[in-house]
């Protein structure tokens, strides 16, 4: 969501934060690619974030607790899980 953009701000997208801020996520192998996509389009070519909102988001990113999806090798949750 885009703060101060409307149509981003929904109830739906609100409470997916809401959890967020308390559970984990699983999300497919590709959702690094697409985060980034995001923000190197709203940064660069759309203009609607700054600098400091994107270093406030990959600040509060890198502490939050996540899992990849089945299969992907590179997941640290994977590699320290059972077996």
């Known amino acids: ?3 101060g953009d409307p149509s ?3 109830p739906y997208g609100r409470r997916v ?3 967020l801020a308390t559970d984990d996520a699983i999300v497919p192998e590709i ?12 940064f660069k070519k759309r203009h609607r974030i700054t600098e400091r909102q994107i270093e ?3 600040l509060s990113r890198s502490r939050a607790s ?3 999806s089945p299969g992907d090798n590179r997941c640290p949750a994977q590699e320290n899980g059972p077996g």
């Open 8 to 10: 981003e701000d929904t």
């Open 1 to 3: 969501m885009v703060p």
């Open 66 to 68: 996540r899992e990849c």
């Open 56 to 58: 406030e988001y990959l």
């Open 31 to 42: 959702w690094a690619f697409e985060v980034a996509n995001s923000i190197f389009v709203s």
């Open 17 to 19: 934060l809401e959890l």
